[in-house]
């Protein structure tokens, strides 16, 4: 089968490796039909982490199923699933608390299209091996469109949960969107909308997606002066110079959520964070749980994602588009089932 891999700074190719297998009853083998690129990907692709090449590269997609372990009950050949980016058992001490990603039947870290706990191949592979089917996959509702949803495996539910869980715990939110990165901000935008927030504005100084946030419900023009205003902060940057921006423009019991990957320490204002009894969460996002709420928003109309992802390419195609500055990128693929 093909395989999209990262080979090393700026160079991705489809390269032939032998198939996956089902290992357990336990499994499945998937074929992703639409493959979305996660904001993260090409800082991947041009060597911009500490995750060094060769590696399968991809962890958002949409996959038809192929084939499942006798153990498998929740999905079967021919379902359309989401496909979480983390692997995880759905048994273990940690998953049963919720927290999948901390996940202890793999190694830690273990997911799709990074090389951080093992190697479990890509989501923009031709085929994906699920160790755990029924704790892992999401079936789409009929009629969903794939590629609407390709993103929610990642980036989609992590702007849902960055949004709505502090916006849930106050009244009439006040929220800052400090945009930076490809996708992140404008999907933090549509979701804070779609959690019921007083209002939204939207800090970038990226003109493009300054419009998508436009477009997407968001105020971009307002005063400069941010301090201590918004009750919620999300901070979809990689610059910490703007989270820190954004920690400043937190009222009192406010919350920022970082879902920017930063790869450097940033300066945390701790003391007047102290003061107005603010809290700041960083982590990766725990998708999987809510991953069904985020296919029901799309499907509701409630947010518009494929606005941030203009681009749909085939595969052919997708070592060119994927290097590209796009905004967010969708590799599709025919179904066979
Ligand atoms: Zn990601
Ligand atoms: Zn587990």
């Known amino acids: ?15 032939d490796v032998s198939s996956p297998t089902l290992s357990s009853t336990h499994g499945a083998l998937v074929r992703p039909i639409a493959s ?10 041009a060597g911009l982490t500490p995750f060094k090449a060769p590696f399968a590269l991809g ?39 919720g927290r999948e990603t901390a996940c202890t039947s793999v190694p830690r870290h273990a997911a799709y299209g990074v090389p951080a706990g093992g190697h479990w191949g890509g989501l923009f592979s031709e085929l994906v091996h699920v160790p755990y089917a029924d704790a892992m996959l999401v079936a789409l509702p009929p009629g969903l ?19 709505s869980r502090p916006i849930a715990a106050r009244e009439e939110a006040r929220v800052l969107v400090v945009g930076g990165t490809e996708s992140l901000g404008v999907l933090a935008v549509q979701m804070a909308v779609a959690a019921g927030a007083a209002s939204v504005d939207y800090l970038d100084d990226n003109d493009y997606r300054c419009d998508l946030a436009l477009r997407s419900g968001a105020n971009v ?30 009222a009192p019991g406010g919350h920022c959520s970082c879902i920017g990957i930063i790869f450097e320490d940033p300066k945390i204002p ?16 725990n998708v999987r749980p809510h991953i069904p709420k985020v296919l029901e928003l799309v499907g509701n109309g409630h947010c518009e994602p494929l606005l941030v992802s203009p681009t ?13 500055p796009l905004a967010k990128c969708i590799v599709v693929r025919e179904r066979i089932t």
């Open 1 to 15: 089968m093909k395989e999209l891999i990262v080979r090393g700074p700026g160079q991705l190719a489809w390269v």
């Open 36 to 45: 979305a690129s996660c904001d993260l990907d090409r800082r991947l692709i």
């Open 59 to 97: 962890h958002e997609c949409v996959a038809e199923v192929l084939e499942v372990g006798d153990d498998v009950s929740s999905v079967r050949r021919g379902d359309l699933v989401s496909v979480p980016w983390k692997i995880s058992c759905g048994q273990c001490r940690q998953c049963i608390a």
């Open 145 to 163: 469109n794939p590629l609407a949803v390709a993103s929610a495996s990642d980036n989609l539910t992590d702007a849902w949960v960055a949004t």
């Open 221 to 250: 023009e307002f005063g400069e002066n941010l301090d201590e205003s918004y009750d919620v902060v999300v901070a979809a940057t990689r610059d910490p110079l703007e989270l820190h921006r954004g920690l400043l423009a937190l």
């Open 270 to 285: 701790l003391f007047g964070m102290y003061l107005r009894d603010v809290t700041l969460s960083v982590g990766v996002c």
């Open 312 to 324: 749909v390419v085939s595969c052919e195609e997708a070592t060119e588009a994927l290097i590209q």
